[in-house]
């Protein structure tokens, strides 16, 4: 599997701001998940993008594939404490291997 | 997710000792795979399997052994545990390519 770059590794937000995390890769990647983990649990599927320049919500949640679609972004907007996680990325591949993630923690 | 189950969920043992993880699936997929994550860390993976009878390794396999004898289980095998072995450790699987993961709830070893 392609290796992926996740940026920030971090991230503090105050709750109610906007959160963005993002997915790069020096290739072409096939397609990109997402998933989040919750802290003391496992890693849960949010959404798979496969086009060029795919754009797709959920609720609060937009994911982003480049046009290019060497690189991703998923944006909270009004960040919860229900957001805490860390977030993770992946190309699909053959061989499901993850970026480092992006640890978010939000001040209530 | 009831369909990918972990055993045991927490485990200590002691250098030098052979331990194994088990995982097992009951959706039939293809695919399973291995991960530690360390504290504060992302997913490093270990071995993974396409299929019954095909393992490969991944980034981080020195230490561990797998086996896939049937599609529903996938266990992991450290030959003799090390202190650096200790991690939390996932189990995945997924029907086929590029299709979504579903992990288990994980092992928390302990190497003493």
């Known amino acids: 599997g392609q290796q992926v770059m996740q940026i920030p590794q971090y991230q503090h937000v105050q709750e109610g701001e906007d959160f963005t995390t993002y997915c790069n890769s020096s290739?072409?990647?096939?397609?990109i998940q997402w998933y989040k983990q919750r802290p003391g649990g496992h890693p849960v599927f949010l959404i798979q993008?496969?086009?060029?320049?795919e754009v797709k919500k959920q609720k609060r949640l937009t994911f982003q594939f480049g046009e290019a679609k060497k690189n991703s972004s998923l944006h909270i907007t009004a960040t919860q404490t229900t957001d805490v996680g860390t977030y993770f990325c992946?190309?699909?591949?053959?061989?499901?291997?993850f970026g480092g993630g992006t640890r978010l923690m939000v001040k209530p | 997710d009831a369909g990918i189950t972990q055993s045991p969920r927490y485990k200590i043992t002691e250098t030098g000792r052979q331990v194994t993880l088990m995982c097992h699936q009951t959706?039939?997929?293809?695919?399973m795979f291995w991960y530690r994550q360390d504290l504060g860390h992302g997913l490093r993976l270990i071995y993974y399997?396409?299929?019954?009878?095909?393992?490969d390794k991944g980034e981080v396999p020195d230490g561990y052994v797998v086996s896939r004898s049937k599609t529903e289980n996938f266990p992991l095998t450290l030959e003799s545990a090390t202190r650096s072995q200790t991690s939390v450790y996932f189990c995945?699987?997924?029907?086929?390519?590029?299709?979504?993961?579903?992990f288990g709830q994980g092992t928390r070893l302990t190497v003493v």
């Open positions: 995945a699987s997924r029907r086929g390519e590029d299709t979504e993961a579903f």
């Open positions: 290739t072409t990647l096939s397609n």
């Open positions: 993008l496969v086009k060029s320049g």
């Open positions: 992946d190309d699909a591949g053959n061989m499901l291997t």
């Open positions: 959706w039939s997929h293809s695919y």
């Open positions: 399997s396409a299929a019954a009878d095909i393992t």
